[in-house]
């Protein structure tokens, strides 16, 4: 496993559309852990091949309830409610940003074995998994943030002021 360099706003591929995954081989399973420890390395709970330099439709995300997930060829598939909240991303590091996202979603994919499978999030697995998504289709949540853009270390005092 190696740890891979996060692609960072500016980089043309963070708005190419990636492609479908035909079949899991050695060298995709390879990309997968070292997304991962990439993710974990960098502190994120989610991250996209193409942050990754790779346009492939693979998503990685642990939101720290316990479980990892790989979504490969991901399609949301519900979605409902509404939470407002700051997020923020690997590929956009130091900023973070008010965005609206859905509270609930479901979303069909395939696991590392190409079985397909459905996965429900509420809240924040919600929030990653469509952030994620987004990542597959060029979009960067700096294009749906509501307001301008905030360093994180001002969003971390005003955390602390609220605690």
Excluded at 35 to 56: I, R
Excluded at 86 to 96: F, N, Q
């Amino acid at each position: 496993m190696a740890i891979r360099t996060v692609r960072t706003i500016g980089d043309e591929i963070l708005r190419k559309h990636c492609k479908p995954v035909k079949e899991v081989t050695p060298r995709i399973i390879e990309l997968v852990e070292d997304m991962f420890e990439t993710m974990y390395e960098s502190n994120g709970v989610g991250l996209a091949a193409p942050q990754v330099g790779v346009l492939k439709q693979i998503v990685v995300i642990d939101v720290d309830d316990g479980n990892q997930y790989v979504l490969i060829n991901p399609e949301i598939i519900e979605k409902d409610g509404s939470q407002t909240g700051p997020e923020g991303c690997l590929s956009v590091p130091g900023k973070s940003g008010t965005v609206t996202r859905p509270n609930h979603v479901k979303v069909k994919a395939y696991d590392i074995e190409m079985k397909p499978f459905e996965l429900e999030g509420e809240e924040l697995l919600a929030r990653a998994i469509c952030h994620e998504c987004d990542h597959l289709n060029g979009d960067l949540y700096v294009d749906i943030v509501e307001g301008e853009l905030e360093d994180v270390s001002d969003l971390l005092e005003t955390l602390e002021v609220e605690e």
